[in-house]
């Protein structure tokens, strides 16, 4: 018998890379996701179960055979959490509560909650912090991570793997891509206007992490000894990825084989936040492989050769408020369950 992952967020941003990793592995896999960005993002396998289902709604049965849960569904980055924050607790908090719960209840081994290093909030700029450190979340985003840790970790047992991942803030190419992140956003600046936006005032520390280092973590800590791993906290990044806004500009406006400027906005970020990954490195003997210059590349070729294009639903927020609008406008003409044909 193969043993079945169930993947929450399956065709999210991070959930289109690892869906494929897992199977890969030869896992069996239950995707569920709403799908706000559509099924084409993964590719259907037959090891691979498709379940349309909001996380908020889990049901008994579909917990039945599962053995690991990955729970990466969230509404995903600060904005977007500001805007939806009653549908942010309930997401990113509640349900992911709940679901570990059930993942218990009925009998899976291991759950990973796949968290972020934004609970840090703001820091003294001289230290550099590691999972032990207290957190300070600024965001509803933030805040609802913190909580479903506090609420999750003490569901770890002898029977039940708990382990939370606090990711460092991601890049790097994806099926379901998007342009919302630091590096992906000011790849495309450069690309499209030959303007890097960088948002003021530069001097704020973020710590990196791409797509494809985070997704190695989560398939390695289904295999890894559960005794290493058991309610633990692992901050998923590496220590030469923490960047100064400004220098992270610069180093891709060096990476890239165009000329480009750097165009300020907004007001300065009051999120400043350097962290330290060497738990990971030492405990799971794991290192991430992506720096800041090659994730920049990977994305910039990707945008000449025509292999990706920015749509509205690679802004997250953007595409959140057109289905929001286009709910209205049809419930507004809607008659008779149909438009013109009823």
């Known amino acids: 018998m193969k043993t079945t992952v169930m993947v929450t967020g399956a065709g999210g941003y991070i959930g289109s890379i690892l869906v494929p ?10 995707a569920i996701d709403r799908f706000f960005f559509g099924k084409d993002k993964i590719t259907p396998h037959p090891d691979l179960k498709i ?9 008994p049965e579909h917990f039945e055979d599962v053995d690991f849960v990955i729970d990466l569904v969230a509404i995903s980055n600060d904005p977007t959490g500001e805007l939806f924050q009653n549908e942010t607790w309930q997401i ?35 230290k550099i912090v590691n999972e032990g450190f207290p957190t300070n979340p600024l965001t509803t985003y933030a805040k609802a991570n913190e909580k479903a840790e506090q609420e999750i970790l003490p569901l770890a047992s002898e029977y039940f793997t708990v382990t939370v991942i606090r990711q460092a803030t991601v890049f790097g190419y994806s099926p379901r891509m998007r342009f919302d992140l630091a590096i992906n956003g000011m790849t495309y600046g450069a690309f499209r206007n030959k303007k890097i936006p960088l948002l003021r005032d530069g001097t704020q520390y973020r710590p990196l992490v791409h797509v494809q280092d985070t997704t190695d973590v989560m398939c390695l800590l289904l295999e890894a000894d559960k005794n290493k791993i058991n309610g633990e906290i692992f901050n998923v990044g590496r220590n030469e990825n923490n960047y100064q806004l400004k220098r992270l500009a610069e180093e891709i406006k060096d990476a890239l084989p165009i000329d480009v400027n750097i165009e300020w906005y907004g007001d300065p970020d009051e999120r400043s936040y350097r962290v330290n990954f060497d738990k990971i490195e030492k405990i799971l003997d794991w290192k991430a492989k992506w720096g800041a210059k090659a994730g920049a590349k990977e994305i910039y070729d990707k945008l000449v050769n025509g292999e990706l294009e920015k749509t509205e639903d690679t802004i997250s927020l953007d595409w959140y408020k057109e289905l ?9 003409v809607e008659m008779y369950g149909g438009i013109l044909k009823i």
Do not use: H
């Not at 929001?324 to 507004?332: A, L």
């Open 21 to 30: 990793k897992l199977l890969e592995k030869d896992y069996k896999l239950k």
């Open 51 to 59: 379940i349309k289902e909001d996380t908020r709604r889990l049901r």
């Open 92 to 126: 990113n908090y509640l349900s992911r509560v709940n679901t570990a719960k059930m993942a218990k209840g009925f009998g899976a081994k291991r759950y990973i909650l796949p968290s972020s290093c934004s609970i840090y909030g703001f820091q003294d700029k001289e």
């Open 324 to 332: 929001v609008k286009w709910q209205e406008i049809i419930r507004e």
